[in-house]
């Protein structure tokens, strides 16, 4: 048998080889840019007093999270209940983003409210929800036109990013926390960052 | 029962294909006459029981029968019959009945009209699409049963995914499975050939029809699919290089490498190996694309039916069917060496030379295509490969392939000299340089993309006149009638699969290079112009459909103070799904497309109207066609039939001569 | 032969000429706008220049929310309002290599579709025409190891079966 006609079948061993491990790929999750970079800052109106601006330099000297979520996210529901625990239980600081709250859900026609009405709808919806499923967060800002949440390179919610003590991004998960996102891959990180210490 | 029925004739046609594989091989090894007549009749059994498991299938649908969970999935009581029909395939189960379908409807067409081919070696060819059959229905019983059943029955069904509710889908996948189960026969004949070790000019003549009529489906599906892009999506795009795109562009490159060295070994007994390879990777380049679309394992706007359980399957049935073939080959290849001699520079080196190209083409779409999944798995992060690639390594890789093509068929077979050619066609040349300076010129559209292609098109075009007229003036005192019924049909099929290529171009670059688009936002009665049309919109109204609301807008379509037509675009919401779907409105035209589409409502009571101008896109249709029919022609030609009639009955020597006549040139 | 005279040696240049007077003519009759009516004119969304250039750059970008979209393709919501990033940037002046480079900081080469030649790609871009190059140079041996071996010679046997085999069917051929 001449080796140069296995060649052939060599090639395909190994194409067979990348495709079988290709099944433990999520081709859908694609990783951020922004791990080892400052997040980026930003001054939104924050949901319980929109006349505040609150951004990233507020948290400084701590690891925290950045959740990004909306009230029309079917996902963030489950998530919510997750958020308060490790809230109040861990003692975890969360910053919200609240992501095109009103503009985003695909029932709401945006483009028929003025800036104004969409604010005054956005904080009512916020509001609501908080109150009804519980605030885990130290504060909630208002991203209406997404335009903070391309900076952080999302691309649907939720997502978390965890921020270290510097102001720098350390970690992003995308979906929603429950018990095994927070036990296997954030809490570790946090408590790697000084999370938890008084 | 109707289901019941549908899966025991699926069940009934896996344990034929068994009988066939078996019956054939073993028939074929031992010479048993019995065995290899009994695989025969397996196959055309199997074929009929496949398509009354179709039928029932199909009648389920058309009987809306939602207790049948394929039914109740993709269609609902309010979705038109056609759409039924379609709905059959329009997911996964059903395409991978229709798969198995076409599968058996060429093992069929094997059994009934391959008379000329020596009883063993059709047996052989038979046992072998028979595995690949037992693999794909095995696939089909134990993973992805079409006719499973719901209970309870459902009120109303989910409706067919509305991207496929179109005309174009009619058509499309019965076409471009056709094509890539095809490629099965062109496999099956290898893997017999290196079975029997019977491998020589009358085994490329067999071969030859059957790979051209696969190549033909392959290629019509793929215009198919294309068109239907290119009113469906809205923007008028006709290629995306998407994997799905890919997975059928992979087997047409290497199905075309194929027919040209399948010429190669047909007269001159060489290049056998590399033949056989060629055709077990046309046919792996098709199991490789059914793989990719339905394990989910890249992500593709095509991908309507993705499953990664069932990928593993799948995968599974690839490793075996190719790994095996492969291994066969690197046995049995290295006896296929020998064959006539020829120059480098000859009419079968130029051949080879397409196969070069054309096989490293198609390596060049695989790599783009699975490279985001290497990157993956060596964790070196996310990427994308996308059109600005493919259209970077594709073209360098295809202008040296079409200037050849046109070149190719001036050449002496066994040895000529360039310089010889070269004098011969040099005014075509020259010519083919002027009209695309001129074209350019007289475009006002200076570039080098629109250069090359106007220059390749008339250099086709103007080379392959010449190659006709060439082709008149010999034949000595005979009439031009009866010299151009004298032409046999496998010329006339490389003529104009060559010169539809040359047209594909030319649309391609036009299209490219001149295609206008305006996206305007308009009110009822506002004006917009374009290209020298002028389109007035008369106004959006709601339309109901049978299973969807539309937006309808009207345009007039005006051209030098006079109204040519009415186009309606529409926007649909499907009670199915929220995406809402663009329908456009096009007027075809044989040197333009006006075509527009809906955009958003503005909120003040007008709409977003994409208009666009899009020049000659027919002629890539066209050509397209071109490329069809000429490998039509081919493979009706008569003298494979009348050929291989003979070769059956007489032993042959191992290489062919040199046929007489055409030393004559 | 009356049918001969038409392919006369002389005609070859006409024939290209005429090919060419065609194309310009198909294409000439398109060139042109006409001139504007009394129909009120509808508003084109936004700057046509920056639309045509912000459409090209879109087409390049990819969705990362939809399956195998582009952002110029795609209805999904993000893909909007990208789009809609990458058209006020050019309108405020950037190159598009400047808003590649926005939109890769955020999202990283994913949104490419066509990769940056790095370490990872360079198997990617110079693959295929190491194919190409790889393939020739076997052809080549191939072609000159078979030149050397000769031609394997038919008995006479053989040859004249083969001989008898040809004159029956070859008749059409000369190609």
Same mark, same amino acid.
């Given at each position: 048998m001449k080796l140069k006609y296995l060649i052939p079948f060599v090639i395909f061993v190994a194409l067979v080889a990348l495709f079988a491990y290709a099944f433990?790929?999520?081709?859908?999750e694609v990783p951020s840019p922004?791990?080892?970079?400052?997040a980026p800052a930003f001054a939104l109106p924050r949901?319980?007093?929109?006349?505040t601006l609150a951004g990233p330099?507020?948290? /400084?000297?701590q690891p925290w999270l950045l959740n990004v979520w909306a009230?029309?996210?079917?996902a963030c529901r489950e998530e919510h209940a997750m958020l308060v625990r490790l809230a109040r239980e861990a003692g975890v600081p969360i910053v919200g983003?609240?992501?095109?709250?009103i503009r985003g859900d695909?029932?709401?026609?945006?483009?028929?409210?003025?800036p104004q009405e969409e604010r005054e709808a956005a904080l009512l919806r916020a509001r609501t929800w908080l109150t009804q499923r519980g605030d885990p967060y130290r504060f909630a800002v208002l991203d209406l036109d997404g335009r903070v949440a391309i900076d952080y390179g999302?691309?649907?919610?939720p997502e978390t990013f965890l921020i270290d003590?510097?102001?720098?991004?350390?970690y992003k998960h995308i979906g929603p926390i429950d018990e095994r996102a927070w036990r296997e891959e954030l809490q570790p990180r946090w408590a790697a960052l000084g999370g938890g210490k008084p | 029962m109707i289901p019941e029925m549908g899966q025991f004739a699926l069940a009934l046609a896996w344990a034929l294909a068994l009988v066939q594989a078996v019956l054939g091989l073993a028939g074929a090894a031992r010479g048993s006459a019995g065995a290899m007549a009994a695989a025969r009749r397996a196959a055309l059994a199997q074929c009929a029981a496949l398509v009354l498991a179709y039928a029932c299938l199909t009648a389920s649908f058309l009987r809306i029968d939602f207790s049948v969970l394929l039914v109740a999935a993709n269609s609902s009581? /309010?979705?038109?019959w056609f759409y039924r029909l379609t709905g059959v395939w329009g997911n996964h189960e059903g395409s991978m009945l229709l798969w198995a379908l076409s599968l058996s409807l060429w093992q069929a067409a094997v059994a009934a009209f391959?008379?000329?081919?020596?009883e063993s070696f059709r047996a052989r060819v038979l046992g072998v699409l028979g595995a690949v059959s037992v693999g794909f229905l095995a696939f089909l019983v134990l993973t992805?049963?079409?006719?499973e059943r719901l209970v309870?029955?459902?009120?109303?069904g989910r409706d067919l995914n509305p991207m496929l509710?179109?005309?174009?889908?009619i058509i499309h996948p019965p076409l471009l499975y056709m094509g890539y189960v095809g490629m099965a026969v062109a496999f099956a004949f290898a893997i017999a050939a290196l079975l029997s070790g019977r491998m020589d000019a009358a085994w490329a003549r067999w071969s030859r029809p059957w790979t051209l009529v696969a190549w033909v489906f392959l290629t019509l599906g793929i215009l198919v699919g294309s068109a239907w892009a290119y009113y469906e999506l809205?923007?008028?795009?006709?290629?995306?290089?998407?994997p799905v795109e890919n997975a059928s562009l992979m087997p047409w490159l290497l199905g075309t490498a194929l027919l040209h060295s399948l010429i190669v070994t047909e007269k001159r007994g060489a290049f056998r190996s590399w033949t056989v390879l060629l055709a077990i990777g046309a046919f792996s380049l098709s199991l490789l694309g059914t793989f990719l679309v339905r394990s989910g394992v890249i992500t593709s706007v095509h991908a309507f039916a993705s499953d990664p359980k069932r990928g593993v399957f799948i995968l599974g049935l690839l490793a075996l069917t190719v790994g095996v073939s492969l291994l066969l080959f690197a046995w /049995?290849?290295?006896?296929l060496s020998g064959g006539g001699a020829f120059a480098p520079v000859s009419r079968e080196g130029s051949l080879l030379v397409n196969n070069v190209l054309m096989a490293s083409a198609a390596g060049a779409v695989l790599l783009g295509t699975i490279y985001p999944m290497v990157i993956d798995a060596l964790h070196a992060g996310k990427i994308s490969v996308g059109p600005p690639y493919f259209e970077t390594v594709f073209v360098p890789l295809m202008v040296p392939a079409v200037v050849l093509m046109a070149l190719a068929p001036f050449l002496r077979w066994k040895r000529d000299a360039l310089a010889r050619v070269l004098r011969r066609v040099w005014p075509e040349l020259i010519g083919a340089l002027l009209i695309a300076a001129l074209g350019v010129w007289a475009m006002n559209h200076v570039t080098f993309g629109a250069f090359l292609g106007i220059a390749l098109t008339a250099w086709v075009v103007l080379a392959s006149l010449r190659l006709l007229v060439d082709r008149l003036r010999q034949?000595?005192?005979?009439?031009l009638a009866a010299r151009l019924r004298g032409i046999p049909g496998s010329w006339w099929g490389m003529w104009l699969s060559h010169l539809g290529v040359g047209v594909f171009i030319l649309g391609v670059t036009l299209v490219g290079a001149l295609e206008q688009r305006l996206d305007v936002k308009m009110m009822p009665g506002e004006a917009a112009e374009l290209a020298g049309y002028r389109f007035v919109l008369r106004g959006v109204s709601e339309v109901p459909g049978p299973n969807y609301t539309a937006q309808r807008g009207e345009l007039e379509v005006w051209r030098e103070g006079r109204m040519l037509t009415v186009l309606a675009p529409e926007k649909r919401a499907y009670f199915r799904s929220a995406m809402p779907m663009t329908e456009s409105a096009i007027d075809w035209g044989v040197f333009r497309d006006v075509y527009v589409s809906l955009g958003d409502p503005?909120?003040?009571?007008?709409w977003v109207v994409l208009l666009f101008y899009k020049p000659f896109i027919s002629w890539i249709w066209f050509g397209a066609i071109a490329i069809a029919v000429g490998g039509l022609a081919a493979a009706l030609d008569r003298r494979y039939r009348r050929l291989a009639r003979r070769m059956a009955s007489v032993p042959l020597p191992e290489a062919l001569p040199e046929p007489a006549a055409e030393a004559v040139r | 032969m009356s049918g001969n005279r038409f392919f006369a040696k002389g005609t070859r240049a006409w024939q290209g000429f005429a090919l060419a007077v065609l194309l310009c003519l198909f294409v000439g009759r398109f060139g042109f706008a006409q001139a504007t009516g009394e129909v009120p004119q509808a508003r084109p969304v936004g700057d046509p220049a920056i639309e045509a250039r912000a459409l090209k750059l879109g087409h390049e970008l990819r969705c990362?929310?939809?399956?195998?979209?582009?952002i110029a393709e795609s209805n999904a919501e993000l893909a909007h309002d990208l789009m809609n990033q990458v058209r006020e940037q050019l309108a405020a002046g950037k190159s598009e290599e400047e808003v590649r480079a926005y939109l890769v900081a955020r999202y990283?080469?994913?949104?490419?579709?066509?990769?940056?030649?790095k370490a990872s790609t360079v198997a990617l871009w110079v693959g295929p025409f190491v194919l190409v190059l790889a393939g020739v140079l076997a052809l080549w041996r191939a072609l000159r190891r078979r030149a050397r071996e000769g031609t394997p010679t038919l008995s006479a046997d053989e040859a004249a079966r083969a001989e008898a085999l040809l004159r029956g069917t070859n008749e059409g051929e000369r190609s």
């Open positions: 433990r790929l999520d081709p859908r922004l791990i080892g970079k400052p949901v319980d007093s929109p006349e330099a507020d948290l /400084r000297g009230t029309w996210c079917v983003l609240d992501y095109k709250e695909a029932e709401l026609d945006a483009s028929r409210l003025s999302v691309y649907g919610v003590a510097g102001g720098i991004i350390r | 009581t /309010r979705t038109p391959s008379r000329s081919l020596t992805s049963n079409p006719f309870p029955m459902p009120a109303e509710q179109d005309p174009g889908m809205g923007w008028g795009g006709w290629w995306f290089w998407d /049995r290849a290295p006896r034949g000595g005192a005979v009439g503005t909120g003040d009571g007008g | 990362l929310v939809c399956q195998n979209q582009s990283g080469d994913f949104v490419l579709y066509q990769p940056p030649l």
